[in-house]
């Protein structure tokens, strides 16, 4: 046998030796664990829960508030019985407008990303 089959032959017996360690299994889980721990002790935090909500979901509960807000009001200014009913097509407007400029909010924020 040359010296060249030989370091072969050893390197593979180490391959063989490494891939049977029963300790990078328990190194794997540790590791898992520790992250697990560390993410957990962070506190809850409701401004970053809500600046993770995508925009798309955001713009149209914005514009649902104000025209809840507009049907409410409305009526104390116009006095007809057709002022909710102008006032809840306002609100369905304000929704697909806040549809529109989340969706295109988000967009941005993608292009953003990719550009990086």
Known sequence: MSNHE?????RLREKQLQA???LVK????????SVKEKRMRKPFSMSKAWKDIP??????????I????????LPMFWNS???IIAAAGATLVFILFGV???????LRDDIKDHIK
């Open 6 to 10: 030989q370091e072969r032959l050893k």
């Open 20 to 22: 049977r360690d029963p």
């Open 26 to 33: 328990q190194r794997n889980f540790q590791h898992s664990s």
């Open 55 to 64: 925009h798309i979901i955001k713009a149209p509960f914005y514009a649902l």
């Open 66 to 73: 104000l025209g809840v807000i507009l049907v409410f009001i």
């Open 81 to 83: 019985p057709y002022a």
């Open 100 to 106: 529109v400029f989340g969706s295109s909010l988000d």
